[in-house]
């Protein structure tokens, strides 16, 4: 009865929708009242409604019911309680579901909090929202229905994807569907003003705050991501270049180019028409994601429910708002104004640099991820684009912000800004420029690296300049706004100084080892002391105890796991981190000598500095959350002033 | 049935009357129970693409209750295991379930699980039983070949019951793994002696010993190496390992094993008077051997049926 009632709620919230998207309309058109009121109160009760189905969902992995095709596909009785509840979003079903209630949870947000100044625009973009939910819950409720009941019940599920039992993959798809699905307000307020023919400032400043919260999420998601394929997949990597990262990636960059353009817009009026385009193709971006990875059609290790007849319907979905939004675009954009100009070099010019720079990493992203699916329909099989390139044609574009970043706070709106003040300050940054370079050097980066970590020495210098120049502004919102900005910036550049450092020839050894036999790598000694069980409710599992000495003694206990009902195994890395870098241990497969003696293979490898990358993430997401508060307490002053 | 209709029903009067409420009061008076009857069209169209709400829910408690109350035999294999995890779910403790369980897994050849299941039981009470079937499963791990842990495990189940026949054929395999053929001989021709003739493992052990025994000693390499040459005919070198075998056989220097090898290829080439020759020379040759007996009696039934069924 529980999947039943799930499934009904479902069809309320798209039957709701409609009503959403229709009285939106109506209300924007006639400026009706109640119109109004049933736009709002139909995104409300869609929300309530999808809010209750993805509950119900829940009890049903609570309770293991295996009438349901989706949890019999993706949980086990034995599994523990926290991944029963994160299977409920672990396969296509759930996390389909997953990202309609958080599209629905946009649209009600939009109803209760967006543009109180600006009715009729809202109520259009309520109403544009409510024609985004109509495509996802119809793909849900027809296609991909998480509640679909099997009539031969199986005793038994056939468990979550082990490698998804951790708990940063349970977190990692929520955050980042937030950021994939918060850009459809950018997505439904542009195409909201180009419809009703609203300046681009009025745009810009409806899709701000929408855009910085979306992509802060896309941030955290994306670094919980990478988080995770360190530790989890066994060997240390945390960036793969694969398919599905950079459908993550290119709607991330375009949100970092729209929150910087809806600025400049939101100031001068200019980039009016760039910004509208920005936020349209932000969520096309996204959508193409969960193309990616639900249609089948790229290989990935994130790839799930491969399955080409729901990415037809993802296909569709993405034509019809890259087709419909371009397309309006391309009509009304003209109605956007064109600014008040700037001089060339006016913070505007700096922004336009970035957006220009961050677009073309974007589209190398874009051709490298598409290439081999373009030359797959032209018949051309086995063609793969590899790190070598990616990182060859983004590396540039982002050593190329890298330098521009820092001087653009001290830039002035509109008018020329480069004084002698300036050029004297840039000059001192070039110190700290040669000595990250020197460090990268003596690490033994490469040629690349050691640029990177120049230009990431003369980023930070500008940052911290920014920080000390600006002390002085006043009222808690603008150092709210400037803390994010410090913050953000910062984190990109020890992002940068982490990658720089994972570039460099890391320490590896693997070797086959006996119990009381030892393995070194420089500075480090550990010896094996034993293998013990350490089965789990759902798993078996070995345990080594692994003795490390380097002036200090400690233990690492890596485990090597065998989850039945996946018939899969898996290896749980012990990690020590230091200041210096990771020792990261993993556990492999047991053989048995000629001796009968029985040897576990024994990765051992060491990341320097590999903390930077996660300081970074934490940086730009507490810079982007920092902007946000700025960013509503500005509009909540601004508000009591007016 | 009519709880979950009345249920989304009333769900649905809920939500569509929240979101129609502003229209209550408009003209024309329709307009509101319009909105209302077409959101619950929509919701009901869309859920009735696809929706079973005659099929009940089927929460793990209650599937396993309906388990418990089921005759085992009638249950099965998967449900028969997952009645002996529910009975593990609520008692950890029951060494018999977890043997049980142990020989379930290890016939559905899931054989880490099967061993985790042996161990768990042995670590609660050791049994001679378990730890045969515990030796035979990483046997089957280790795609046959009796290794030194299976060896330790029929070693402690001999120990706590000599009876158990399973263990001497192990030991006897392990040594005709070795190329010990002559031990592993010995062996298993005590083993069969020892077994009553009212034990099925009698003939079960003698039927494998006679497979093993009676296989062909070829080497790999060289038989690869003939079959790779134009002049290469299958059916000579059968000939000459009869002849081979016949010879030694006269001899007098012909060790049982031989004398099987010469009874299974003549009967393989279908020449059963043959092969009846060939086992009443092996009968004058080890008639004093109780277990040498046992298997060629079972050969000679064996003979004997085919030229029934020849005739």
Not at chain 1, 212 to 223: H, Q, S
Not at chain 1, 310 to 329: D, E, N, V, Y
Not at chain 1, 505 to 532: H, K, N, S, Y
């Amino acid at each position: 009865m529980i999947a039943e009632i799930g499934r009904f709620l479902v069809a309320l919230a798209f039957a709701l929708s409609i009503l959403q998207l229709l009285s939106g309309w109506r209300a924007a058109s006639t400026g009706s009242a109640p119109a109004m009121r049933i736009a709002a109160r139909s995104a409300y009760g869609a929300l309530a409604a999808a809010v209750i189905a993805f509950g119900l969902l829940i009890i049903l992995f609570l309770q293991s019911d295996f009438s349901v095709a989706y949890v019999a596909g993706h949980s086990h009785v034995d599994k523990p309680l926290f991944y029963k509840i994160a299977a409920a979003w672990g396969g296509h079903e759930g996390s389909m579901l997953l990202w309609c209630v958080m599209l629905v949870g946009v649209g009600a947000a939009l109803a209760r909090f967006a543009l109180r100044q600006d009715e009729q625009l809202k109520n259009r973009a309520v109403s544009i929202q409510g024609g985004l939910q109509i495509l996802f819950l119809g793909f849900l409720a027809f296609a991909s229905n998480p509640f679909d009941r099997l009539l031969d019940v199986p005793v038994q599920g056939a468990d979550l994807n082990p490698i998804l039992q951790d708990p940063a993959l349970a977190i990692h798809p929520p955050t980042l569907y937030i950021g994939y699905v918060g850009l459809s307000a950018a997505f439904s307020l542009a195409v909201a003003g180009l419809i009703e023919g609203r300046g681009g400032r009025a745009i810009a400043a409806a899709l701000r705050p929408w855009s910085l919260f979306a992509w802060t999420a896309l941030t955290a998601g994306i670094a919980l991501g990478a988080w995770w394929a360190y530790y989890e997949l066994g060997w240390g990597g945390w960036w793969f270049w694969d398919p599905v990262e950079n459908a993550s990636f290119m709607p991330w960059l375009v949100a970092a180019a729209l929150i910087h353009s809806a600025i400049a817009t939101e100031k001068s009026g200019n980039f009016a028409g760039w910004t509208a385009f920005l936020a349209i193709m932000a969520f096309t971006m996204s959508t193409m994601g969960a193309f990616l990875v639900r249609s089948g059609v790229l290989t990935s290790v994130h790839a799930f429910a491969l399955d080409p007849e729901r990415g037809l319907w993802i296909l569709g979905i993405m034509t019809i708002l890259a087709g419909g939004g371009l397309t309006l675009f391309a009509f009304r954009s003209g109605r956007l104004g064109h600014g008040d100009g700037f001089a060339l070099t006016s913070r505007e010019a700096f922004i336009g640099v970035n957006n220009l720079l961050l677009a073309a990493v974007a589209g190398t992203v874009l051709f490298g991820t598409l290439y081999p699916l373009v030359m797959t329909a032209f018949g051309v099989s086995g063609v793969s684009v590899g790190a070598a390139y990616f990182n060859a044609t983004a590396t540039p574009f982002l050593a190329a912000l890298l330098i521009l970043l820092p001087i653009a706070p001290f830039l002035p709106w509109k008018k020329d800004g480069f004084s002698r003040r300036l050029a004297v300050r840039s000059t001192l940054w070039i110190l700290p420029g040669v000595l990250a370079g020197l460090w990268a050097f003596l690490i033994e980066a490469s040629p690349v690296a050691i640029a990177a970590a120049a230009f990431a020495g003369w980023t930070l210098a500008g940052v911290v300049t920014d920080l000390w120049y600006h002390r002085v502004l006043q009222g808690a919102a603008a150092r709210f706004s400037l803390t994010g900005r410090v913050l953000a910036h910062a984190g990109v550049v020890a992002v940068a100084l982490g990658a720089v450092a994972d570039s460099t020839g890391r320490p590896e050894t693997v070797r086959a080892l006996a119990e009381g036999e030892q393995i070194e790598i420089p500075g480090f000694t550990l010896t094996l002391d034993g293998v013990r069980r350490a089965d789990g409710p759902n798993y078996l599992a070995d345990e080594a105890r692994i003795v490390v000495e380097n002036g200090r003694v400690s233990e690492l206990l890596p485990q090597r796991r065998y989850y039945a009902a996946a018939d899969t195994t898996t290896r749980e890395v012990a990690i020590r981190s230091g200041l210096g870098g990771d020792l990261y241990v993993s556990l492999g497969e047991p053989r048995a000598r000629d001796s009968g003696e029985i040897a576990y293979e024994v990765r051992v490898t060491f990341n320097p500095m590999v903390w930077l990358l996660g300081l970074g993430a934490i940086m730009i997401v507490l810079g982007g959350t920092s902007a946000s508060i700025g960013r509503a307490m500005s509009r909540r002053q601004k508000g009591m002033v007016s | 049935m009519i709880l979950l209709a009345i249920i989304l029903a009333v769900t649905a009067f809920v939500f569509a009357g929240f979101a129609v409420w502003p229209a209550a009061r408009l003209r024309p008076r329709w307009l509101a129970p319009s909105i209302l009857a077409g959101l619950a069209g929509v919701a009901g169209a869309t859920y009735f693409a696809g929706a079973q709400p005659q099929a009940p829910g089927v929460p793990y408690q209650q599937a396993a209750a309906e388990r418990m109350a089921t005759n085992p035999e009638a249950l099965g294999q998967a449900a028969q295991m997952e009645r002996l995890r529910d009975i593990l779910r609520t008692d950890e403790t029951d060494a018999a379930a977890w043997a049980q369980l142990g020989r379930m897994l290890a016939r559905s050849e899931r054989e880490l699980e099967a061993i985790n299941a042996f161990q768990r039981s042995l670590r609660l009470e050791l049994n001679a039983r378990t730890l045969s079937d515990l030796g035979q499963t990483f046997i089957n791990l280790n795609d046959g070949q009796v290794t030194d842990e299976a060896r330790a495990a029929f070693e402690e189940a001999q120990r706590m019951d000599a009876a158990l026949p399973e263990p001497g054929f192990f030991f006897g395999l392990q040594a005709f793994q070795s190329g010990d053929i002559d031990a592993a001989e010995t062996i298993w021709l005590d083993l069969i002696a020892r077994l009553d003739d009212r034990d099925p493992y009698k003939i079960l052990i003698s039927e494998q010993v006679f497979q093993l025994l009676s296989q062909p000693q070829v080497n790999a390499e060289a038989v690869e190496a003939a079959a790779a040459s134009e002049d290469f005919d299958p059916r000579q070198r059968i000939a000459d390992m009869v002849q081979r075998l016949e010879a030694r056989v006269a001899a007098g220097d012909a060790g049982f094993a031989d004398h099987l090898r010469l009874i299974r290829v003549r009967g393989m080439l279908g020449d059963n008077e043959g092969g009846m020759d060939a086992l009443q020379a092996a009968r004058d040759r080890f008639a004093e051997r109780e277990g040498a007996m046992t298997i060629l009696d079972l050969l000679a039934a064996a003979l004997q049926t085919d030229e029934g069924q020849g005739e």
